[in-house]
């Protein structure tokens, strides 16, 4: 950094900002305090069931916006990879440094199987290399979410149900980053990353230099809480995870092991967590309480940003949209022959085909946009084996109805 503000210096200490938004929303929110409410029943369920246990790997969408207000600041394709990298070896408990863990905590290690990449296709469906640029004239931003508007100097987000959004921008205080837990408003999800915290490479600065400020943010953004449970130092908080030990308040540096506190002898804090406060050599690990509270926000709260597809197989159809909208594309399986489509006077346009599954897919344009998504489409199951009457919305016309039309009455 060449500032000479005290308020965007390099931090030296960690400094996350998620607990100040979560508190801020559930003031200001009721339907945050409904949302979060709900998705810590269902948590309890999922985690209760093992019903997320065997969700295998997810893959995450990501766009990273890069809001600069200095030429440093915009920084290069090559540290975003290299942030990428690095998540994708932490979320599957693949990184080197987990050598580092105690022998005493080796066994609560958990692979989270998760596998993160930059999105190939825009909203619009437009090819991407998942990365905006945006110039602005402030200074720094804090957690007050200015950098997610282009009123406020930011970028805007892209559709959070099918998209991992991260902000790579000047922080401002010391703050390291920030992130939203699920539940909140659409407009503001995401993690954001002070630039000199992100990556490994570029303008990463020790003693954040090694990518995990953007792992231990995205632990947010999967419905993980610090491990200590913010409670201050009272020994009284609680992450809602049953693996991980009390303790008092978050740890800086590279504690010694071990570092005991609330009578949690002999073995002490967990602070080689990612939920902990150390710096980045010294966090290496979640736990598998932790992977299990993940997985289940992922088959709950998350499920369709990992469950859509987002960019379309070799040899799918395109179906082209009324004029001047965007084009929908792919389906969930490789189609057999071209898509049916029916019209109406109303302007909806509801497009069917046959997927090498055998099921008949559907999506449709209801004048505004693809549902169920862009690229998404519905299946309605396999053609039943009797022909019945084809369906058709209200005053619509159907034009070349397939035989296997029936799986959509």
Not at 58 to 65: D, E, F, M, Q, S
Not at 230 to 241: F, I, L, P
Request: with cysteine; glycine share 12%.
């Amino acid at each position: 950094m060449t500032s000479n503000d005290p308020s965007v210096g390099l931090p030296t200490r960690r400094k996350c900002g998620a607990m100040e938004v979560h508190r801020r929303l559930l003031t200001e929110s009721e339907s945050y305090r409904i949302a979060r409410s709900e998705i810590e029943n269902q948590t309890i369920e999922l985690e209760s069931t093992g019903a997320a246990a065997a969700r295998g790997l997810a893959r995450i969408p990501v766009v990273v916006h890069v809001v600069a207000h200095t030429q440093e600041q915009n920084i290069s394709d090559a540290q975003i990879q290299s942030q990428i990298e690095v998540l994708n070896r932490d979320f599957r408990a693949a990184n080197a440094d987990m050598s580092t863990v105690p022998a005493v905590f080796a066994d609560l290690v958990g692979d989270a199987q998760l596998e993160f990449f930059l999105a190939t296709a825009d909203p619009l469906g437009r090819p991407s290399n998942g990365i905006t640029r945006t110039s602005t004239n402030v200074a720094a931003f804090d957690q007050g979410d200015g950098v997610k508007f282009v009123e406020s100097g930011g970028a805007t987000a892209w559709p959070a149900e099918r998209y991992l959004n991260i902000w790579v921008c000047q922080l401002s205080d010391g703050l390291l980053g920030y992130a939203q837990f699920p539940g909140g408003p659409v407009a503001t999800d995401g993690v954001v990353i002070t630039h000199t915290g992100f990556g490994t490479v570029g303008t990463a600065a020790a003693p954040f230099d090694l990518g995990r400020t953007t792992t231990h943010e995205i632990g947010h953004y999967l419905n993980l809480f610090h491990i200590w449970g913010d409670d201050g130092t009272g020994c009284r908080g609680s992450d809602e995870v049953d693996d991980t030990p009390n303790q008092a308040g978050s740890n800086g540096g590279i504690p010694t092991f071990p570092r005991v506190t609330c009578n949690n002898g002999p073995n002490g804090d967990l602070f080689m967590d990612y939920m902990d406060y150390t710096d980045d050599a010294g966090m290496v690990m979640f736990t598998k309480g932790q992977v299990a509270r993940m997985t289940a926000c992922l088959d709950g709260a998350r499920r369709q940003l990992w469950t859509e597809r987002h960019e379309p197989e070799p040899g799918l159809p395109r179906v082209e949209a009324p004029a001047g909208q965007a084009p929908a594309t792919g389906t969930s399986a490789s189609a057999i022959g071209q898509p049916t489509v029916v019209t109406s006077r109303s302007g909806r346009m509801d497009v069917f085909v046959t997927g090498a599954d055998g099921a008949v897919h559907h999506k449709w344009w209801d004048g505004s946009g693809w549902r169920p998504s862009q690229d998404g489409w519905e299946s309605l199951g396999r053609p039943e084996p009797a022909p019945r009457t084809a369906w058709h919305p209200g005053d619509g016309e159907v034009a070349a109805a397939p035989s296997d039309m029936s799986a959509a009455t």
